[in-house]
C-alpha cells in the first residue's frame, strides 16, 4: 500500500481529532524520528535540483510557515522530501495567539481557515532550537524563517528588526510577513510608505553584517490587494532590493461554491479555493517586476501539475501546506514526480529553465545582466 493510500485510510481517524491536536501529534511523531522519505529516480533528482539567491536546493518544493512554527522538526520534513522549509511565523515575545478554536477543516473543499494569529515560542526559544541544530551539525537542506509582530506591538518595525537581528545569522534566508489576517493593522505595512519605511531599516541591518549582505530577504504579500498596491509593492521591492516574494498568503476571501458548514468562519482561508487566484497574482507580480526577482509560489498546490503551473507562471520555487492535511505524508514525493516527468515532456531539463515559461517575453531571475543575478549568486 502507498503512503497516499495509506494516509487515505488513516485519514477519518486523524480528522476525528481536532485540528490543532492532530498538528501537535504529528509533531511529536516527527521529533521521535518520524519522516517519510523516497527516492526519485537519479534522472529526477538531477531534473529538479536549482539554485536560487545562491543557495542550492534539492528540489524546488518547500514547506510554507505555519507547519513548523518553532523550529522543531526541520530536519524530519527535509528528509520527508521537502527542498526547503520555512520556519515561523516567529514572534519576538512569546504569544498564545488567538482563542481556540481557530482552525477549521472545509473537508468537502480541500481547504483550511486559520485564525491563529501568530502563536509563537517567540525568538528566543525558536534561537535556541536553530542553534541546536546547526551544532548537531544536520543533513542538507534549505531553512528559511518567517518573521512576524506581537499583536500588542506599538512598533512593527522594531519587531521585525528584533527578528532579523537575532535570526540572520541561522537562517538561509528570512521573510518579513505583513499578510497575515490574523494580526489587526498588519497587512496596512504592504502600503507603499509604509513598506519602503518598513524595509530600509531592514536592509540597511543586513549591510552592518560586513563582509557577505547576510541572507536573503524576502516579503510575503496577500492575495487580497488592489492593483494599485501591486504596483506598489512591486516598485518597493525593487527600490529596496528585496531579494524574492513570497506570493501568497491566505485570502479573507470567500470564492462562490465553498461547500463547507465552516466557510463563513473569521479567518484565512488556504487551500484549494486559493490555487487560481494566488497563481493569477503570481503573474502579475511576476510582470510587475520585469521577472527580475525571485519569487515563491504558494497557494492551493496539492499535485505536480500545480507546482508546474506556479512555476510556469513565475516561481522560482513552490510552497505547499494544507494539501499535507487532505493527501498526506506521501504527497512529496508524488508532486515531485510528476513535476519531474512534466519537465521531461516539455522539453525542460532543469527547474529554472521552466520559470516564467509563460512570459516568454520576460527572462527568467538571474538571467544574464539581471539585476536579480547579483542579489541571486
Request: without cysteine; hydrophobic residues 45%.
Amino acid at each position: 500500500m502507498s503512503s497516499l493510500s495509506l494516509y487515505a485510510w488513516l485519514r477519518p481517524i486523524i480528522f476525528a481529532l481536532a485540528p490543532e491536536l492532530a498538528h501537535r501529534l504529528t509533531l511529536l511523531a516527527l521529533r521521535s524520528g518520524a519522516a517519510f522519505p523516497g527516492a526519485l529516480p537519479a534522472s529526477a533528482q538531477a531534473r529538479l535540483r536549482t539554485r536560487v539567491w545562491g543557495l542550492d536546493f534539492a528540489n524546488p518544493l518547500g514547506l510554507a510557515a505555519g507547519f513548523d512554527k518553532d523550529a522543531e522538526v526541520a530536519d524530519a520534513l527535509l528528509r520527508s522530501g521537502f527542498g526547503f522549509v520555512e520556519i515561523g511565523s516567529v514572534t519576538p515575545r512569546p504569544q498564545p495567539g488567538n482563542p481556540r478554536p481557530r482552525v477549521f477543516r472545509l473537508a468537502e473543499d480541500r481547504a483550511l481557515i486559520n485564525r491563529l494569529g501568530f502563536n509563537s515560542a517567540g525568538l528566543a526559544r525558536v534561537e535556541a532550537n536553530l542553534r541546536r541544530r546547526r551544532a548537531a551539525a544536520p543533513e542538507g537542506g534549505v531553512i528559511g524563517v518567517n518573521l512576524g509582530r506581537n499583536k500588542e506591538s506599538t512598533d512593527a518595525g522594531a519587531d521585525y528588526l528584533a527578528g532579523l537581528r537575532a535570526l540572520s545569522p541561522l537562517a538561509d534566508y528570512l521573510v518579513i510577513n505583513v499578510s497575515s489576517p490574523n494580526t489587526p493593522g498588519l497587512r496596512a505595512l504592504q502600503g507603499r510608505d509604509q513598506l519602503a519605511a518598513l524595509l530600509a531599516p531592514l536592509r540597511a541591518a543586513l549591510s552592518e553584517r560586513g563582509a557577505g549582505r547576510g541572507p536573503p530577504l524576502l516579503l510575503k504579500i496577500a492575495p487580497d490587494l488592489t492593483a494599485e498596491d501591486r504596483a506598489d509593492i512591486a516598485e518597493v521591492a525593487l527600490a529596496q532590493g528585496l531579494d524574492g516574494l513570497i506570493v501568497s498568503n491566505t485570502t479573507i476571501e470567500r470564492p462562490a461554491g465553498l461547500k463547507s458548514r465552516f466557510r463563513g468562519e473569521a479567518g484565512g482561508l488556504s487551500g484549494a479555493p486559493l490555487f487560481a487566484p494566488s497563481t493569477a497574482l503570481l503573474a502579475e507580480m511576476y510582470r510587475l517586476t520585469g521577472g527580475r526577482l525571485p519569487i515563491v509560489g504558494v497557494g492551493g498546490v496539492a499535485s505536480g501539475a500545480e507546482a508546474y503551473a506556479k512555476i510556469r507562471a513565475g516561481a522560482s520555487l513552490v510552497q505547499l501546506y494544507t494539501g499535507l492535511v487532505y493527501r498526506g505524508p506521501g504527497l512529496p514525493k508524488r508532486i515531485l514526480t510528476e513535476l519531474a516527468a512534466l519537465l521531461r515532456h516539455d522539453g525542460f531539463a532543469t527547474v529554472a529553465e521552466a520559470v516564467g515559461a509563460d512570459h516568454p517575453d520576460l527572462a527568467p531571475p538571474g538571467a544574464g545582466g539581471d539585476p536579480a543575478a547579483e542579489r541571486s549568486g
